[in-house]
Nanobody
């Protein structure tokens, strides 16, 4: 019954913006650390950004600092990734991830992914 459903992906030109959403259900969203990962063809999955339960702690990979912003709305059970100044290197499938803060690694959930393509 646990679900993480990403949306908002698509085709965008270099320098453009895109906002990804991940809607969660089937668990107590506010107790989970939320993360965005991405995976490009032929490459390993990499962590993009993370946000703590109450948004007090946010972390970003070096390659997106200053360009991407992670946020969450616990009332809506949704985590977002605002992507600005997009580059072709950002092209990947973006995955939403949830991890129970009180039992890390034991309770981890993944979404199905949403494709982001940055191309002119």
């Amino acid at each position: 019954q646990v679900q993480l459903v990403e949306s908002g992906g698509g085709l965008v030109q270099p320098g453009g913006s895109l906002r990804l959403s991940c809607a969660a259900s089937g668990f107590t969203f506010s107790n989970y650390v939320m993360r965005w990962y991405r995976q490009a063809p032929g490459k390993e999955r990499e962590l993009v950004a993370s946000i703590s339960s109450a948004s007090s702690n946010r972390n970003y990979a070096d390659f997106v600092k200053g360009r991407f912003t992670i946020s969450r709305d616990n009332a809506k059970n949704t985590v977002y990734l605002q992507m600005d100044s997009l580059k072709s290197e950002d092209t990947a499938v973006y995955y939403c991830n949830a991890e129970f803060r009180s039992a890390p690694r034991k309770y981890v959930y993944w979404g199905q992914g949403t494709q982001v393509t940055v191309s002119s």
